[in-house]
């Protein structure tokens, strides 16, 4: 009875630098993590939540996982269908300014993005979308652009 | 009781003893991964030319995935242009593959003084190289140090810090 706490506290000897041994190999078998922070995929650290037409404008928003950024001035935006359609200028939102040697002067988004796009008077509102972006994680990894094909769900009617 | 308390206090101390050991132990000479390459893979250069990875075997092969979007990537380059000096001659090879497109890699090139063979491809090919090589989230940077016989002896993603890249290379590179 009196041995039970010896017992463990050497069974607990013994696994502590085997489970140091399980997270190296882990670790170094399958480079997903900085920092010791698990890194997302793109499509999951930059959810787009698809398109969607409310009125005159096409709303897209995005959900931005906590850690993760886009750029302003990667954002861009084309109409699939129809074939001959077009956008105005997007009205992007203010980001926050961030500054880099390299980059110069930037703006990104964190957290929730959402854009309103408008097209020109009496042409045909856009039906599929081409959404491209690119963002990187706070601790230093960059992901290539993305750019994926939305349909837009019209809500107006 | 008393004797209880003895043996659980020198169980944790033990416990405790023994994880430090381990960490040190690693620190001071953590085995490789000593995977070896996977087949097929080859990349383009700027004039076009192909080369398969082991187009450098017999030499410490540091692959650098990078581009001209990535920040973190341009601040790691200077670092790699340096190293790549001072090791030459003790047989270290970079190369430097882009996920971007031709004209950009070339319009960074001498900005950032990158005097080692840089490769393109496009994005989706490169994710699909960098995935086999144990990239998973398709980041960058990614880098991959092989050695002189083909085997994937560390993978990091994400930037390097000077001190840690060197030590790195120092490891593995002949006295």
């Known amino acids: ?157 | 009781m008393r004797r209880v308390h003895f043996f659980i206090v020198a169980g944790l101390v033990a416990a405790l003893a023994g994880y430090g050991a381990y960490r040190y132990a690693g620190q001071r000479g953590a085995p490789a991964i000593e995977q070896p390459l996977p087949a097929d893979l080859q990349f383009t250069d700027l004039d076009g030319h192909a080369y398969r990875l082991d187009h450098w075997r017999g030499k410490l092969l540091l692959v650098n995935f990078w581009a001209t979007w990535c920040t973190p990537c341009l601040h790691e380059i200077p670092q790699l242009v340096k190293l790549q000096k001072k090791f030459a001659d003790r047989g270290l090879q970079i190369i430097g593959p882009a996920v971007d497109d031709p004209d950009s890699v070339r319009s960074m090139v001498r900005p950032l003084g990158i005097d080692y063979p840089v490769m393109t491809g496009t994005p989706d090919d490169m994710i699909g190289i960098m995935e086999k090589l144990g990239n998973g989230p398709g980041g960058l940077p990614f880098s991959i140090l092989v050695s002189p016989d083909g085997k994937i002896l560390e993978r990091r993603l994400g930037e390097f810090t000077p001190a840690e890249l060197e030590s790195l290379l120092r490891k593995y590179l002949p006295q």
């Open chain 1, 1 to 157: 009875m009196t041995r039970t706490p010896f017992v463990c506290a050497a069974l607990l000897a013994a696994a502590l630098p085997w489970a140091g041994a399980a997270e190296d190999f882990w670790h170094r078998g399958a480079q997903d993590a900085v920092g010791g922070r698990h890194l997302l995929k793109a499509d999951q650290a930059f959810q787009l939540l698809g398109a969607q037409r409310q009125g005159d404008a096409v709303i897209v928003q995005w959900n931005i996982a906590p850690g993760y950024y886009l750029y302003r001035k990667r954002l861009r935006f084309d109409v699939v269908t129809p074939a001959d359609g077009r956008l105005d200028a997007p009205a992007l939102p203010r980001g926050e300014k961030i500054h880099d040697a390299f980059q110069g002067e930037a703006e990104i988004y964190r957290g929730h993005l959402k854009v309103a796009l408008r097209w020109p008077p009496g042409e045909d509102a856009p039906q599929r979308l081409s959404v491209a972006y690119q963002g990187c994680a706070e601790v230093g990894v960059c992901y290539p652009p993305q750019t994926q094909l939305v349909d837009v769900v019209d809500l107006s009617r």
